[in-house]
């Protein structure tokens, strides 16, 4: 049976007040709002203060000594030096993406809604939160959703509280909530009336204790920001949101007590931006369409905790793709995972932990990655690496993998098959010292520079060269239709 409540249990389930009833009823909801949603509803500026400013400079310093620390190498008397990867810190999301409510409010209304996944059947394990507004609907309607922790003395597994407000007492009323045992569903009656504003605030609140299992957690929204604090303490076996025209955050850096274990999410706009710290339990998608997603991919360091991703996937058509990896603290063990970062047109700057598998490309857009392998199983393990742009250059770096990886493992250098192609531009490839084994560079229009250290084998000849280095079994190609080639082979130790 459906269960609502007030936010505050003293007031009536349904609170609607207006500017002309009292002052005093409008202070008291205004003082138990603060006590009630303080420690829990957390705008997007929250989350980029000056601390978080902080850890994430230092980041991509770290980034940055990493790359620009290595020596240039001289080639046909030239200074070649590692294009600069782009991931500038004023260019990441900042303070933009906050939450703006209605500059004018005149009436509000409050609901709260409880879920339990105690009992049998399908909504012991599932939940749904379903908004049905058009997108025409943005210009009187916008709202938030957070997905935070909640409190040990709840009343419920999950609590859902939804705070309405207008510029027109009217307006309250075309909001419409409906309660199922799983799904929470919200509509709005769209008034093209421009003078209208009201937004509807959501906060989901999960109990910390006892922890919840859930086969299936999915929010979807046409319009409304969505953003998941990090400690839950649940475990959720399907992730998925998806919001077409609000911006999506993530933040799964810190967390007090249990963190959300989520082993397979899926995340999607068409042009809001998607932006966090992600860990890829097992599978992690982010998809937009002419939106940005900017991602840190973290790794799952508690004691105790298993970490075995299986899949990293980030797609775009034309939003821009910057993808930070945080190395200082990922486990030096083995990975299997694929990687697979995709866009039509947009841009991508990457710096990604390679599995067996990983895979970039852009038809139209520039490629700047760093490419971590760590140690593998067996010395015939998979390993696979791609980059392609049809009409943009792409710059490569791919590093040596972690002497403590390798205790007791495999190098993967010493088998990985590798091709990177750029149809019209530059491609600068830069392998660590190491990489063994046969390469092949060719240019078909456009000029060729070529060093290595250690090489064996050396033919070149208008337009391409091979060589073989060391005893490896690796095989990489290098291929550019018109523009320029420039392949670095073992001169640093990169890692």
Wanted: hydrophobic share 35%; charged share 20%.
């Amino acid at each position: 049976m459906a269960t609502e409540k007030a936010v505050n249990e003293k007031k009536p389930v349904l609170e609607e007040q207006t500017q002309g009833n009292s002052d005093l009823e409008l202070a008291n909801h205004a003082e138990h709002r603060e006590s009630t949603y303080k420690s829990h509803t957390r705008s997007w500026r929250h989350f980029l203060r000056p601390f978080y400013y902080s850890l994430l400079l230092l980041t991509l310093l770290s980034l940055s000594w990493n790359i620009f620390r290595c020596k240039p190498s001289k080639i046909s008397n030239d200074t070649i030096l590692f294009p600069q990867v782009d991931f500038h810190l004023h260019k990441m999301p900042q303070e933009g993406i906050q939450f703006k409510g209605c500059p004018s409010v005149v009436a509000y209304r409050n609901l709260q809604f409880g879920f339990n996944f105690t009992g049998d059947g399908v909504a012991a394990n599932r939940w749904q939160l379903l908004d049905s507004s058009v997108p025409e609907s943005r210009k009187s309607l916008r709202g938030h959703i957070t997905v935070d922790r909640g409190s040990f003395s709840q009343a419920s597994d999950m609590e859902v509280h939804v705070i309405i407000r207008s510029s027109d007492e009217k307006d309250l009323k075309n909001v419409h909530l409906h309660k199922s045992d799983s799904v929470l569903n919200i509509d709005y009656n769209f008034r093209d009336d421009s003078d209208v504003c009201t937004e509807v605030q959501i906060l989901v609140l999960l109990r910390p204790w006892p922890k919840r299992s859930l086969d299936w957690f999915d929010i979807r929204t046409s319009i409304f920001d969505i953003d998941f604090e990090p400690s839950f303490g649940w475990e959720i076996n399907n992730l998925l949101t998806h919001t077409s025209h609000g911006d999506f955050l993530m933040d799964s850096r810190w967390y007090s007590d249990g963190p959300l274990i989520a082993h397979n999410v899926s995340i999607s706009s068409i042009d809001g931006l998607i932006f966090g710290w992600f860990i890829p339990d097992e599978n992690l998608e982010l998809r937009n369409e002419d939106g940005g997603i900017g991602a840190f991919i973290c790794p799952r360091v508690p004691q105790g905790l298993p970490f075995d991703p299986k899949s990293i996937s980030i797609l775009t058509v034309s939003g821009e793709v910057r993808v930070g990896l945080v190395y200082v603290v990922w486990p030096a063990k083995v990975y299997t995972h694929r990687t697979k970062i995709e866009s039509v047109s947009g841009n991508i700057s990457a710096h990604v932990p390679h599995g067996v598998h990983t895979n970039i490309s852009s038809i139209s857009g520039t490629i700047t990655t760093l490419i971590r392998p760590y140690g593998a199983a067996s010395p015939n393990a998979t390993s696979e690496i791609y980059t392609t742009s049809r009409s943009g250059d792409s710059w490569v770096m791919i590093y040596s993998p972690p002497n403590e990886s390798l205790d007791g493992n495999y190098n993967p250098l010493l088998n990985t098959v590798s091709k990177h192609e750029v149809g019209e531009g530059e491609l600068w490839v830069d392998y660590p010292f190491a990489w063994w084994g046969e390469m092949e560079g060719k240019i078909e229009h456009g000029k060729l520079e070529f060093d290595g250290n250690n090489l064996e084998d050396i033919k070149r000849g208008k337009g391409y060269v091979t060589a073989k280095r060391g005893k490896g079994e690796s095989q990489m190609e290098a291929h550019v239709s018109t523009g320029a080639l420039t392949i670095h082979l073992g001169l640093q130790e990169l890692d």
